[in-house]
């Protein structure tokens, strides 16, 4: 064919390519034409093999032996995708992506899935080897958490799904995920400061300071809010934020200035702090 259409092209003339099999031509020559020793006035038909007809067989019956002499015969390129599968044993043919009886080209592809049998779930150590090997089988999972007094934040307590269970590709396994030590927060308010940072570290959190401008009873370094409030339960670590009071404002009786000069004004608020 290669060589035929680069004649035909260096004399510019007009053709068609008509594909049909062949058991006497090899894939991609010439069967036949319809015009021979004349000059070619519309256009040249070629007829070109594309090689022999080939049928597939029920490969879901054959060994992969057979499979793999059956392909080489016929030029065919067989690609297999293993799957987990609880209901068949290791190495059952699942799936073939041409039927029994489809006509294929040669050099065509087909794609076998084969069972990699049951998906076992293994013994887990830790999150991240959980997570390595979810992702490695396209295991979905979703994560939960809870608080726990002996397994450290963010560590795995328990799936959902035992060791030595079965599971499929559908399957969701439910990951429980260590909040760490529970922790009731304090009532911060009114106390100074340093009883703060103090109450903090005994109950294992982490608390941290800004203030709140004046106030009209409370003194300065004295709480007034807190961002979570007492008896919430948190992790440990939590950072609370606290409020505390920049001192307490005085009240003073504002005079009138009717009648004053800018000078005398200003005086009379300088003495009064306001």
Known sequence: ???????????????????????KYEKNYIISQDIVDKVVEDKLILKVSKGKEIKVPDLKKMSN????????????????????NKETNSGTILEVSASKDDIIDEDSKLIITISKGSLVMPKINDLTEFKLWANNNNINYEEVYEFNDTIQEGELIKTNIQEGEKIIETDTIIITISKGKSVSVPNFLGQSNTSIQATCQKANLTCTFTYGGLT??????????????????????????????????????????????????QNSCNSLGI
Do not use: C, H, M
């Open 65 to 84: 032996i057979e499979i793999t002499e059956w392909a080489l015969t016929n030029n065919i390129k067989i690609e297999y995708k293993e799957v987990y």
């Open 1 to 23: 064919l290669f060589e035929a259409t680069s004649y035909l092209k260096r004399y510019n003339v007009n053709y068609e390519i008509v594909y049909e099999y062949s058991n």
């Open 216 to 265: 009209e009873a409370t003194k300065k370094d004295i709480s007034i809010k807190q961002s979570k409030p007492a008896g919430t339960i948190v992790s440990s670590k939590t950072n609370v934020l606290i409020t505390l009071s920049s001192g307490i404002y005085e009240k003073v009786n504002v005079p009138s200035f009717i009648n004053k000069t800018k000078a005398e004004i």
